[in-house]
């Protein structure tokens, strides 16, 4: 999971964003090749080996991809963030099960 420094940026996002715009605008496609290359220049997704039996075993992929090819996945900066069960003073937020003692 990615902390707030490891996030994309708002340019990051912005940039991409607009080079896939850009070329919708110059009458082009944005094609597998085009977005993976504008993602992977962002670290928005990275390059890993397909591992079917492990890693990758609930992961749906298109296509006869063999074990071991290289196949595109979000990089650990966009996954989600953790959802705040706590704070910095130690105790729990009010909503999350930590923060509910059961008690009125």
Known sequence: MADDAERPTVEELASFFREMWDMILEGGEIDFENFTDAAMDRGL????????????????????????????????????????????????????????????
Do not use: C, W
Not at 69 to 87: D, Q, W, Y
């Open 45 to 104: 997704i990275v390059s890993e080996p397909y591992d079917p039996e492990g890693k990758h075993k609930d992961m749906k992929v298109e296509g006869d991809t063999e074990p071991g090819e290289p196949i595109f996945v979000l990089s650990p900066k966009m996954m989600p963030a953790p959802p705040n069960v706590g704070r910095a003073d130690g105790s729990a937020d009010a909503d999350s099960p930590q923060g509910d003692s059961g008690h009125e």
